[in-house]
């Protein structure tokens, strides 16, 4: 494609038909639509493209004993070579950010999976709780999540099984431990009336990537507008240019749109270790209230989109829920769930921070 479209006094360009060619991005150019050509229709179908631009393009039949010479650049021994001097200007604050950049100052455009906590059991554990920690288990997980459909638990053994030997986990010793887990988070009420279980494929969204322009991005002002919130102490560069991230899980409910982030983190022995406190404690260590607000503008800018002028932020919008997977109790909902809906006027004003100019 480079060499077609970038050439500036002419480009020669050998077409013929050989094995394979009928797979080649060539192909798909020059002949478009057509299953299986003979050495004549190919050639007719060049001829047709030449003639449809005779000032630019020229056909010479390449015969079967045509010998092309080597192509011997020329090299002078007293030729002196010299770099030329770049005396342009380059942007360094226009880039794709994503929430892991400004949060620990790495550059990277990859889902955020869990790479494990600093906290350590102090008990021996069992069950889902002894399950390994770190970035592995927690594409694990997710992956089990992504694919599941979550109303139909017949479902959950045979793939939780699949996915353990995929990652190189001993389904023998895991699946049971990790199946329970999953019926535990289908089966918890998020919030009143809310559960997984009832939530279809048609109502969701997995792993929803997305871009937004951001045309200002600076760490003490975003700060400021998430103090609120429990962000403080970004030390980012200031930027502009396109934010991305993925989401976990986007879904409907009653016609409300549920941001849902899953976490494999492991903060003790049991699930005692995952109350409210524990939580807001992991959520700050982690900056994950910069993740959630970063997603929120996502899916406010996104139902802004598709829902038109009838999308109300007050309306349309559910919350979000952080679903710390080990420590989920069905008799006791508060353990294991961060839940939490920004204001409206907060986000509002992200909004506007990120489209407003430097």
């Not at 887990?181 to 089966?187: E, G």
């Not at 080990?326 to 769930?337: N, Y």
Request: glycine share 6%; proline share 6%.
């Amino acid at each position: 494609y480079v060499a077609l479209t970038r050439a500036r006094q002419e480009c020669h360009f050998v077409w013929a038909c050989v094995e394979k060619n009928e797979n080649s991005a060539a192909m798909w150019v020059l002949h478009p639509g057509a299953a299986e050509l003979s050495p004549a229709a190919l050639r007719a179908e060049i001829a047709a493209l030449a003639e449809s631009a005779p000032e630019a393009i020229a056909i010479d039949p390449l015969e079967s004993d045509t010998r092309v010479p080597p192509v011997i650049p020329g090299h002078r021994r007293d030729a002196r070579v010299t770099a030329r001097v770049f005396r342009g200007a380059i942007d360094r604050e226009w880039r794709v950010s994503s929430f892991t950049s400004l949060a620990e100052h790495r550059d990277t455009e990859q889902p955020d999976y869990d790479r494990g906590s600093a906290l350590v059991a102090e008990a021996p554990a069992t069950g889902i709780h002894a399950f390994p920690a770190g970035r592995t288990a927690g594409v694990l997980l997710h992956t089990i999540f992504e694919q599941l459909d979550f109303a139909r638990p017949d479902a959950i053994a045979p793939l939780v099984e699949r996915k353990l030997g995929a990652f190189g986990f001993n389904a023998a010793e895991w699946r049971d431990p990790v199946a329970e887990c999953v019926r535990r988070t289908l089966r918890v009420e998020l919030a009143p009336g809310l559960r997984l279980e009832g939530v279809t494929m048609s109502a969701r969204l997995t792993e929803v990537e997305f871009f937004y322009s951001v045309s200002r991005l600076e760490p003490r002002a975003l700060s400021g507008l998430l103090r609120e919130a429990g962000v403080e102490r970004l030390a980012f560069d200031p930027r502009r240019g396109v934010l991305r991230g993925f989401i976990d899980l986007v879904f409907e409910h009653r016609g409300k749109f549920f941001i849902l982030d899953w976490k494999s983190n492991r903060l003790g022995s049991d699930s005692a270790a995952y109350h409210p406190a524990a939580l807001r404690q992991e959520m700050a260590r982690h900056h994950y209230a910069l993740q959630y607000h970063l997603y929120a503008v996502a899916l406010h800018r996104y139902l802004r989109l598709r829902l038109g002028a009838g999308y109300d932020y007050t309306r349309h919008f559910g919350g979000v829920f952080y679903v710390f997977l080990r420590g989920i109790e069905p008799a006791r909902p508060e353990l294991g769930v961060f839940r939490e809906l920004p204001p409206r006027e907060r986000i509002e004003r992200l909004d506007t921070f990120f489209d407003s100019a430097l």
